[in-house]
């Protein structure tokens, strides 16, 4: 038992819940069947690592031809949550793939599961991967926060001193974060091609730059007169964290989890007012331990 008072499984590695669309059942039952098209685009992040962020820039930019990213009004993310234009893969693949996946070409989808859990025709068909990773001190204070207010499920609250513990030794769902993260950054070394791997962190530093590097990685660079008109701002400014809250300030993101509890606080280093100098020297030297002779930094 780990987080939340919930069953925790392992599998190749990493931790999984039971009995919800993102747990253990649904991951080993992708693993054969899903069908990847090799124009997919998968998002894969540790929960609170900027998850709701990189789906509004890819789906942004991906699809700014159809949808012009200076429309006050029209633009989907002007309307509905990141993660309704951007589903997790795990849920469409529950629901048969519905209308969202018949609508957008190329298909783009978010996932929590680490590379070596991916179903395999992901890896067959050659998709470009995208992931994003965050300070894991930012990471554990986001996610026990938005933890205790899930209400989706019976579940145990946790103290911050519990989700701390939990954290440290890796009994998170997708966890452990080190090896999360290691995995990812290896394969972009090995594979530039195949993933881009970003940080949080760099993404808050140089959005419209993120922004670029983005395009250019999925194969739709910007052209000079679009960087001349200014859509990389415009995309950068629709993404924010400021317009994509105002957004959602009401209704559900699906049972128990509104669509608001995405947007939080949206900075760097806000861990700081919630964890001590003793749990702050821990992470620190885990992730240093982890880390060592990898460039990547927060
Ligand atoms: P905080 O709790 O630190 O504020 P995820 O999307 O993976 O669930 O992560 C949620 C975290 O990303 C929350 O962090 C949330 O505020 C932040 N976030 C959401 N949208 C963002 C945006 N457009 N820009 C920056 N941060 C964003």
């Not at 969202?100 to 190329?106: A, M, R």
């Not at 993404?239 to 995405?262: A, I, M």
């Not at 606080?265 to 806000?270: N, T």
Request: net charge neutral.
């Amino acid at each position: 038992r780990g987080w939340m008072g919930e069953n925790l499984y392992m599998y190749r590695g990493y931790w999984f819940t039971s009995k919800t669309a993102f747990a253990i059942e649904t991951t080993i039952a992708m693993q054969n069947t899903f069908q990847a098209h090799s124009t997919d685009i998968y998002l894969i992040t540790q929960p609170k690592a900027g998850t709701t962020w990189i789906k509004a820039l890819v789906f942004a930019t991906v699809n700014r031809f159809k949808y012009k990213t200076n429309s006050l009004l029209t633009h989907p993310l002007r309307t509905f949550n990141p993660h309704k234009c951007v589903p997790f893969v795990e849920l469409e693949f529950l629901s048969n793939f519905p209308t969202y996946t018949n609508q957008h070409q190329p298909r783009i989808f978010g996932t929590h599961k680490p590379y070596t859990v991916l179903p395999q025709s992901i890896h067959d068909a050659g998709c470009r991967l995208v992931y994003v990773c965050r300070n894991p001190k930012d990471i554990l204070v986001s996610w026990f926060l938005f933890a205790n207010k899930m209400s989706d499920r019976p579940r145990v609250q946790m103290t911050l001193d519990e989700m701390f513990e939990v954290y440290t030794k890796g009994l998170m769902p997708y966890g452990p974060y080190w090896d999360h993260v290691k995995e990812h950054y290896k394969v972009s070394l090995e594979q530039p091609t195949r993933i881009l791997f970003l940080t949080y962190e760099e993404m808050k530093r140089d959005t419209p730059n993120t922004v670029k590097r983005l395009a250019e990685f999925l194969g739709c660079p910007f052209s000079k007169e679009e960087e001349a008109k200014g859509v990389v701002e415009e995309i950068t400014a629709l993404c924010s964290f400021e317009t994509l809250k105002e957004v959602n300030q009401l209704g559900n993101y699906r049972d128990g989890v509104t669509n608001e509890s995405f947007f939080r606080e949206g900075k760097v280093g806000g861990w700081s007012k919630y964890l001590t100098a003793e749990m702050s020297q821990t992470l620190d030297d885990i992730t240093n331990e982890n880390f060592k002779g990898l460039d990547i930094s927060f």
